[in-house]
């Protein structure tokens, strides 16, 4: 297992300057590029061109997290396009365990998140077909909100059944997550932390994601930082 993963959200970067944007996080392991539609999520930012101009300005690995009605649709061009990884909602799906199948055809590795209120349980046979798990730990569609600690049951959940063999996803963890809250996801089991405010809101963001990493490593019990580098 490599050390924790932090996955700046370019949802609060200026969206104006996105490559020196992405430059600015350099070090990182995964950019997450947060893709809203107005209608899954009441909120709107970004589509596939933008997310084509991107992976020629950056080779920071592309983390797509499809916040979209119709992902059997919509999702495969992102991992067409080049994304390292797609990232659908469970709540979105029409036929996720096909939708997998359809974004490792396309080269991506395949994403499945869950609301906050979304239980884990109804979606575990359907992760044996996915990469990741992401477990939003705000309401999805924007940020700067406050981080929910009850969805850490879900973490503690998936990390026991990955570190028992019946899943191999890595557990990614989205919204509110910063120096106060980072220590608390990685106690709980979480493999990558996804942080736009608390990154792009630092005077020094490749320092911050840095800062994160560390922190997150220091309180992860089944892995650490000297495991990556
Ligand atoms: C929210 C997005 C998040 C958002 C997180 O719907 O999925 O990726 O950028 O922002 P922070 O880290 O500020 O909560
Ligand atoms: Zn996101």
Redesign the pocket.
């Known amino acids: 297992m490599p050390a924790p993963l932090i996955a700046p959200?370019?949802?609060?970067a200026d969206f104006a300057r996105l490559a020196d944007e992405a430059a600015a996080v350099a070090g990182s392991d995964w950019l997450?590029v947060?893709v809203?539609d107005a209608h899954f999520?009441p909120?709107l930012t970004l589509g596939l061109p933008v997310v084509e101009s991107l992976l020629k300005a950056t080779d920071i690995p592309l983390d797509c997290?499809l916040?979209i009605e119709d992902p059997d649709r919509w999702a495969p061009p992102y991992a067409e396009a080049g994304a390292h990884n797609v990232t659908v909602h469970a709540e979105a799906a029409r036929d996720p365990r096909k939708l997998a199948k359809d974004l490792h055809a396309a080269g991506a590795l395949a994403g499945l998140s869950i609301k906050p209120k979304t239980p884990l349980d109804d979606w575990i046979e359907v992760l044996a077909d996915y990469d990741t798990l992401l477990v939003?730990?705000?309401?999805?569609?924007?940020?700067?909100?406050s981080?929910m600690p009850e969805v850490l049951d879900k973490v503690r959940t998936a990390r026991r059944l990955v570190d028992t063999g019946h899943l191999t996803v890595l557990v990614e963890i989205?919204?509110?997550?910063?120096a106060d809250t980072v220590e608390q996801a990685a106690e709980a089991g979480v493999d990558c932390f996804?942080?736009?405010?608390?990154?792009y809101?630092a005077d020094d963001p490749a320092r911050a994601v840095a800062a994160l990493r560390e922190q997150a490593a220091a309180v992860s019990p089944h892995r650490s930082l000297t495991t990556r580098e």
């Open positions: 959200s370019i949802l609060s997450h947060d809203m999520v909120n997290h916040m939003m730990s705000v309401e999805p569609g924007f940020g700067g909100q981080f989205d919204g509110g997550i910063s996804v942080a736009g405010s608390a990154v809101g």
